[in-house]
Every structure is written in structure tokens, then in C-alpha cells.
């Protein structure tokens, strides 16, 4: 399967964006779904991941109660909303996709990469 990312822009502090993850080549109803991020001279992070039924998530703390993963299988699809966005927001993010289940926050269980969309949270 592969991953395409999109969404990403420039936004002020305090405002919404919503990143989108189309897979292609297959489908995603088999894989957790994660999202990553990668802020100017740091490495990647974990942000999130949505197990395969949607039924679960979870997020780094640095963004619990701020972003929201969601999926949709038949768009084949996967969504990451975030709200109150603060200028440490800054990043390229990634969606990822494993078919490894339980938690999954580390980049070498994820297998597949999207190519990354850049998100500029200004103050």
C-alpha cells in the first residue's frame, strides 16, 4: 500500500488544520494507521496511531485533547485533526501504516510512509 499525505499549510496559533492520508495500492483496513512528525532539527516523533477498526486511539501527551485520528476504510482513508494549534505544532507530518497491532509508537513498526506534509503553526 501506499501512503499520500496532504492538508498541510500555514495556520495561526490558536487555529485547525486537518490532515489527510489517502492509501493507494491496497487497502488500510488491515493496518494500524500512525501519525508522525518531524519538527526543523529534531527527529521524528510519534503523534498518534487509530487501531484498525477505528475503535482506539492514542496520542503523545503533548497533543491529547488538542488533535483527533480518525479513519475511514471505505475512503480508505485516514484523518488527523488538530485543534488549538501552538507554534511548537511546527513539523512535517507523516502517516504511517503497520500491520503490527497493540501500541505501536516507534518509527521501526511502522512499514509504510507517506511522503510528508508540512504544517507551519505561526504566533
Known amino acids: 500500500v501506499q501512503l499520500q499525505a496532504s492538508g498541510g499549510g500555514l495556520v495561526q496559533a490558536g487555529g485547525s488544520l486537518t490532515l489527510s492520508c489517502e492509501a493507494s495500492?491496497?487497502?488500510?483496513?488491515?493496518?494500524?494507521m500512525g501519525w508522525f512528525r518531524q519538527a526543523p532539527g529534531k527527529e521524528r516523533e510519534f503523534v498518534g496511531r487509530?487501531?484498525?477498526?477505528?475503535?482506539?486511539?492514542y496520542y503523545v501527551d503533548s497533543v491529547k485533547g488538542r488533535f483527533t485520528i480518525s479513519r475511514s476504510n471505505l475512503k480508505n482513508s485516514v484523518y488527523l485533526q488538530m485543534n488549538s494549534l501552538k507554534p511548537e505544532d511546527t513539523a512535517v507530518y507523516y502517516c504511517?501504516?503497520?500491520?503490527?497491532?497493540?501500541?505501536?509508537?516507534?518509527?521501526?513498526?511502522?512499514?509504510?510512509w507517506g511522503q510528508g506534509t508540512e504544517v507551519t503553526v505561526s504566533s
Open positions: 495500492g491496497g487497502t488500510i483496513s488491515g493496518h494500524v
Open positions: 504511517a501504516a503497520t500491520t503490527m497491532v497493540g501500541l505501536r509508537v516507534r518509527e521501526s513498526e511502522y512499514y509504510t
Open positions: 487509530i487501531t484498525r477498526n477505528g475503535a482506539s486511539t
